[in-house]
């Protein structure tokens, strides 16, 4: 449309044309930030050739060197073992700390809503308190206070009931005696049976208009078929028991472990209970008021009105503390709980070389969190409010 | 007798859940308060507070120390004076001191905590000083209003010069003494500064990246922000600290707490920019639009328009980030060795005089103590601030 003014020339110089400027100008940041990463590159090179450090990943081939406790790895095989071991342990203390971390901090959060005014002050205090704390001083206190210093030594081990074994050698709980793959099989078995059972329920309650009681029926199933399969595959429940220096029976968990885990739990179960607390006030007043006006008792208002929006609105608050407690579980390494990041340190310790190994830590937490995040957002969707 | 009956016995459950949370808040409660004054032994700290505080910082120069801690008290007394937007509706003096005490109650109590452990009486004179010092920052902040001249000066260039006086008492406290002697509480304290003052514009820059309609810009800066947020704080720390030195030339070695500094601010800067992007984001289309129609630059509309508004609505979630740093600086510690509070709370417990006394409780839950005070006031000022800038109300 220029063309068709007076006196503007038909051809845009191509110092003015805006099109050409844009992309002087990312060209000219890209060259920068180029720069700047061959400059490290070159230094690193230079540096790293002087000193005859290699750069490759071929230390993994080498032996270990060291032990790893609680596990049969031994010294003579090579890195990549111990690096994968040490990434089961980060796996195994995420787990369990995201499912703990989870429930009590959805109970805490709740608690903080109640209409119990202890009950809400405790919580209140509980979240205000653990909040405001640095996590590595948490796990300090877990690690140098309480598991090594107030735990007692295995010969006054305490058994609360009889059930487990508490010493400053780590903590044994019962468990069954078997193979891990059956139970495993077993446990989903009852699952697909137990949804099974629910969609039917609400299928007929769909029709009929009869009360579905779907969670009752599932829960029932999913017990039942546990205990059937407990019973016919001669599973039996092994409680452990102090013997000589060590605990026999049951499982033994790490001391180093449970410090890491109590710790991780409870500093994320604080933030997490904010986050369910602010999701339940944001899910507007009305519903409550419905699911009072229908007569629903307080617990059944809580699990079918106000958590299942009050999640939704929660899920990605939720997964960054989830991915928040991976991430600090690379802490587990200052207090010897042999997880990815002290493997790492420990290996570049023996000589092998720090910027391939600790490159190779960054890129599989970084892995870690993507799938996370993917998992999250699988959720996320699956839960968001479909709008027109 | 109403407000138990509705508070704590609704109902029958609610009376037993009454009992069951009432004990276990008296026995938390009894439990704590006999650690704090009965079997608790306070002399660890008594002997090591100088240590915990400002590590081996040289004794002849502690005035330097005490005259920074004056300069900051007068400027923070100047900017809070010389910020505020109206006089605030006059009150009775028992209601200015009860929300005083409210704000500023529990740095008070460890400040008298503080001075008693010290056992050093010269240490009142010293919190009278700050004290003295606040009041002065406010009489001085107040006179931009009163002089006409000044009072078309806009505000933050009126505070701007103020500033040079607490960085020059800085500055010459560094040159004083080496900052290996540094340690404690202060290079926490300095680390943590230092960071957020560098990761500030980093963050900005990184987060206006992200949202610029520049495709190359955007990759780069979404890729350093996703690859930084994927990665552990901790493993950053422990790379810096055994490879920063491949990256550099050989005769820039940097000592441990420049590392500490360098990789809080690269790592914050990431956290900072998703939080900066979320403001922009909140921002209305039309904001942008209106300053384009009345002819502004990109440039102007960003730093005029949008920036500021976007800035002030996510200041709660941006000093969150600021007091997770603060409380971060621990891990400098345990990745790094610098003496940092934490480390200094742990190695005292093995010193000669303590040694297997088990008084590890005492020392961590100083340590814990001081860093939730600073955590806890700060958030709460963050949610006061957050009131009076009315975010989410205009």
Not at chain 1, 165 to 179: D, Q, Y
Not at chain 2, 11 to 23: E, F, M, R, Y
Not at chain 2, 198 to 210: K, Q, S
Request: proline share 4%; with cysteine; charged share 15%.
């Amino acid at each position: 449309m220029t063309s068709s003014l007076p006196g503007v020339s038909q051809k845009v110089p191509i110092w003015r044309d805006i099109r050409a400027l844009r992309w002087a100008f990312q060209i000219l940041i890209l060259v920068v930030v180029g720069a700047l990463v061959y400059w490290l590159y070159n230094n690193y090179q230079v540096n790293v050739s002087r000193s005859n450090i290699p750069t490759n990943l071929k230390f993994l081939d080498n032996p270990a060197s060291f032990t790893i406790p609680g596990n049969d790895f031994d010294q003579s095989q090579p890195v990549r073992v111990a690096f994968v071991e040490g990434f089961l342990n980060t796996l195994r203390v995420a787990f369990v700390g995201i499912l703990m971390a989870t429930v009590l901090g959805t109970l805490v959060g709740i608690a903080r809503l109640a209409k119990n005014f202890l009950v809400r002050t405790l919580a209140a205090a509980y979240v205000e308190i653990v909040r405001n704390l640095p996590l590595l001083v948490l796990l300090t206190f877990m690690n140098l206070a309480v598991v090594l210093q107030t735990f007692p030594r295995i010969e006054e081990a305490w058994t609360p009931f009889d059930v487990m074994v508490i010493s400053n050698r780590g903590i044994a709980v019962p468990w069954f005696l078997g193979s891990g793959l059956n139970l495993a099989a077993v446990i989903a078995l009852a699952l697909v049976l137990a949804m099974l059972v629910r969609f039917l329920r609400i299928r007929s309650s769909d029709k009929t208009g009869k009360p579905s009681r779907d969670m009752l029926f599932a829960t029932v199933t999913f017990v039942l078929v546990i205990a059937i399969a407990w019973l016919a595959l001669g599973y039996s429940l092994e409680l452990p028991f102090v013997e000589g220096r060590g605990t026999t029976g049951g499982l033994r968990l790490d001391p180093s472990f449970f410090a890491l885990l109590v710790a991780l739990v409870i500093y994320t179960s604080s933030h997490i209970a904010e986050i369910v607390r602010g999701s339940i006030l944001a899910v507007p007043k009305g519903q409550g008021e419905a699911a009072d006006a229908l007569a629903l008792s307080g617990y059944q208002k809580m699990r079918i009105v106000i958590l299942p929006q009050a999640f939704r609105v929660a899920m990605p608050a939720l997964g960054n503390q989830y991915l928040n407690l991976i991430k600090n579980s690379s802490l587990g390494a200052t207090i010897s709980y042999f997880e990815l990041t002290q493997i790492a340190q420990i290996t570049v310790g023996n000589g092998s070389p720090a910027v391939p190994a600790f490159t190779l830590t960054l890129l599989v937490y970084l892995a870690i969190s993507l799938v996370t995040s993917l998992v999250v957002n699988f959720f996320n969707r699956r839960l968001a409010l479909v709008e027109r | 007798m109403v407000w138990l009956k509705r508070n704590l016995f609704r109902s029958p459950t609610d009376g037993i859940v009454t009992l069951v949370a009432g004990s276990l808040a008296i026995y938390l409660i009894y439990q704590a308060a006999q650690f704090v004054f009965v079997t608790g032994r306070w002399e660890i700290i008594e002997v090591n507070l100088k240590l915990l505080l400002v590590g081996r910082f040289p004794e002849e120069q502690m005035w330097v120390l005490g005259a920074s801690v004056l300069a900051i008290a007068f400027w923070a007394g100047l900017v809070a004076r010389s910020l505020r937007r109206q006089a605030p509706a006059k009150q009775k003096p028992l209601r200015v001191f009860s929300e005083l005490a409210g704000r500023f109650g529990l740095v008070f109590l460890l400040a008298v905590l503080l001075i008693l452990l010290s056992g050093d009486p010269s240490n009142w004179l010293l919190a009278g000083g700050v004290i003295a010092a606040i009041l002065l920052g406010r009489v001085v902040g107040s006179v931009r209003e009163r002089v006409g001249l000044l009072r078309r000066l806009p505000r933050q260039l009126w505070v701007l010069p103020w500033t040079l006086l607490p960085l020059g008492f800085i500055y010459y406290t560094l040159s004083l003494s080496a900052l290996e002697e540094w340690g404690g509480f202060l290079i926490n304290f300095y680390i943590a500064i230092l960071a957020i003052a560098l990761c500030f514009p980093l963050g900005v820059l990184l987060a206006l990246g992200r949202r610029s309609s520049f495709p190359i810009v955007r990759l780069i800066t979404t890729t350093y922000i996703e690859l930084i947020r994927g990665a552990p704080l901790f493993v950053l720390l422990l790379l810096a600290g055994v490879a920063l030195e491949f990256f550099v030339p050989p005769d820039l070695a940097p000592d441990q707490i420049f590392r500490a500094v360098t990789v809080f601010t690269l790592f914050t800067a990431a956290y900072l920019a998703e939080i900066v992007r979320g403001g922009l984001q909140s921002i209305p289309k039309g904001q942008t639009e209106a300053g384009k129609a009345l002819g502004l630059s990109t440039l102007k509309v960003t730093f005029l328009i949008t920036l500021p508004q976007a800035l002030r609505n996510v200041i709660p979630a941006q000093i969150g980030q600021f007091i997770s740093l603060f409380k971060d600086t621990t891990l400098a510690g345990a990745a790094l060795s610098v003496l940092e509070i934490l480390n200094i709370g742990t190695a005292i417990t093995k010193q000669d005089d303590f040694l297997g006394q088990g008084l590890i409780y005492e020392s961590l839950a100083f340590v814990g103590f001081l860093f939730w005070v600073g955590s806890y006031v700060m958030s709460r000022e963050s949610q006061r601030l957050e009131k009076r800038l009315g975010v989410g109300l205009r």
